[in-house]
């Protein structure tokens, strides 16, 4: 298998990334050409901020070729769009060396221990010498749980926040809403740390779909759907780990579904945004910070 590597103005990057596509490539790639140099540019800016940063001066794309492609023919594709083809000069081929791709992807994710009592391990290390047993056993929390298309593989702090938050306040039986499931990761950890009836809910059907088959795979019973097929009511503990400004417009909302007694526990958001997001909820209950990790806070109230 090969790459054909060329350069161009970010002008033409986009026209030509579709040209290749459509000529056959199995794959295109955006990289910056002055990468690995004094002269590279950053795009991505802070978490809530803008980058300074738009777009690269000189970009470099790379199409991954199928075996027996000729790169001529892809070349021509090119001819007249958004200015002549690239030249000799441009483009180059390179081999891509024989790899067991699933294995490399594998091993960039390995057990994510949160705390002592609770851990994250993806399926190819189930049978790992050393790891807790799947569910909950002897003080351990362990959630088996794989990268896919929902978003919360349980790498980030926000994410380690609510799980932490959750085994600090879990006494057993409570009903629990995680509101943004995701993964369903949150919604399977509290039923492993005891929680009675819960439920996850998510605007993306995929993430529906990925909560119900992690839940399967952990063998809890957890209730996903879209929010319109949410059930009127209220539960005990209420979670929601998604950004700050959906959760300062569910404020109303996520309030509401909290009972008399009950908790609400918030993340996703930055450290400098907690003042505002207690503000948008303290007309319903009261929020302050529980934790904060890596500047990112746990926001946490009871409902009176």
């Given amino acids: ?32 050409a002055d990468g690995d140099t004094e002269h590279e540019q950053a795009l991505f800016g802070e978490p809530g901020t803008e980058p300074e940063v738009l777009a690269w001066r000189r970009n470099r794309l790379v ?30 081929l390179r081999d891509v060396p024989d790899a067991d791709w699933v294995r490399l992807t594998q091993s960039q994710f390995g057990p994510i221990v949160v705390s002592e009592r609770i851990w994250i391990v993806p399926s190819w290390h189930r049978d790992d010498a050393g790891l807790p047993s799947v569910g909950a056993r002897d003080g351990i929390v362990r959630i088996e749980l794989d990268p896919g298309l929902a978003f919360g593989t349980g790498s980030h702090p926000t ?68 929010p319109d097929d949410l059930p009127a009511g209220t539960s005990q503990v209420v979670v929601a780990n998604i950004l700050s400004n959906p959760l300062k417009l569910l ?23 907690a003042d505002e997001v207690c503000q948008a909820y303290a007309p319903h209950l009261p929020l302050q910070v529980w934790a904060a990790r890596d500047g990112w806070v746990c926001l946490a109230g009871r409902r009176v």
């Fill in 251 to 273: 404020a109303p909302m996520l309030a509401g579904r909290v009972a008399p007694g009950g908790w609400l526990a918030l993340s996703g958001v930055l450290e400098r945004q």
């Fill in 159 to 226: 994410t380690h926040l609510c799980l932490e938050w959750l085994a600090a306040h879990l006494q057993g039986g409570e009903t629990v809403l995680d509101y943004g499931c995701g993964s369903g990761i949150l919604a399977i950890a509290a039923r492993l740390l005891g929680a009675g009836p819960t439920r996850g809910v998510d605007i993306d059907e995929q993430a529906v779909l990925a909560t119900v088959r992690n839940a399967d795979t952990n063998r809890v019973d957890v209730q996903a759907c879209l």
């Fill in 1 to 32: 298998m090969r790459e054909l590597v060329l350069n161009c103005p970010e002008s033409q990057a986009e026209a030509w990334s579709d040209a290749l596509l459509e000529a056959g490539a199995l794959s295109v790639s955006v990289e910056d």
């Fill in 63 to 92: 199409a991954l070729l199928a075996d027996g492609d000729d790169p001529a023919q892809l070349l021509a594709a090119l001819d007249g769009l958004a200015g002549p083809a690239p030249v000799a000069d441009d483009w180059f």
